[in-house]
């Protein structure tokens, strides 16, 4: 049949896919971490940066971003006289990552902020330190509040690596656009392309829902 032509480049496309949507999902979610515990931060330095970050990210488009660390960055380097030149992937998993981690520091500044203002008073008459509060008491109640928004930004990520395509990165998008060119069979490539990002998205949102469930567990049991 003519349509299984294209099952192989179009999954090795999402091998790539993939890939970017992983590494980039674990960068943000440290940074979403680090920038939203640095905005609640009593340090005004790293306030100030943490706010930075979250606002010119979520401030701007992530296709800007993305051509921004292309193209910007490395001219930007030869004037200052470093090699700021990255390799497509690595460009690509930094555009979505610190695009994710912005978003992703809002969720876990506003989760840990929502945990009951009686249970910082305990910790304080037990006499915890602010670390041993954070760890202790905050983080074992936030995280299953974050879980959800954490689940959808992921889904959002895997769905925005596409825009990898447009710094000529093989993804699924870019293969696609390949096939597309080559054969004009818009409408075999395109359906196919999209039920491959469906399955992948009903693949991911069922793993973070496994996630969500194992913390809900693990927080009954630290009770």
């Known amino acids: 049949m003519e349509w299984t032509r ?6 090795q496309g999402c091998w790539v896919t993939i890939e970017l949507t992983v590494y980039s999902t674990i960068l943000g979610t440290l940074l979403a971490f680090g920038a939203g515990m640095g905005k609640l931060s009593h ?39 470093l090699d700021l030149r990255f390799h497509p992937v690595t460009v690509g998993v930094l555009a979505l990552g610190l695009n994710i981690g912005a978003y992703g520091a809002e969720v876990v500044r506003g989760a840990v902020q929502a945990v009951p203002r009686t249970q910082y008073e305990a910790a304080k008459a037990l006499n915890f330190t602010r670390t041993q509060t954070l760890w202790r008491i ?15 930004l992921a889904v959002q990520n895997l769905k925005d690596t596409a825009l990898v395509s447009l710094i000529s990165l093989g993804d699924l998008a870019f293969r696609a656009e390949q096939l597309r060119n080559l054969t004009q069979d818009s409408t075999t490539i395109y359906t196919m392309v999209l039920f491959m990002y469906f399955g992948m998205a009903l693949v991911l949102a069922a793993l973070m829902g496994l996630l969500e469930r194992h913390v809900g567990r693990w927080r009954h049991r630290r009770r």
């Open 6 to 11: 294209y099952i192989d480049p179009l999954l």
């Open 43 to 81: 340090n005004p330095l790293i306030k100030a940066l943490s706010v930075t970050y979250i606002e010119v990210f979520r401030g701007t488009s992530l296709l800007v971003q993305l051509f921004w660390l292309y193209f910007a960055l490395p001219l930007l380097g030869e004037l200052i006289g």
């Open 138 to 152: 905050a983080l074992p109640q936030a995280l299953p509040e974050m879980m959800p928004p954490f689940g959808n």
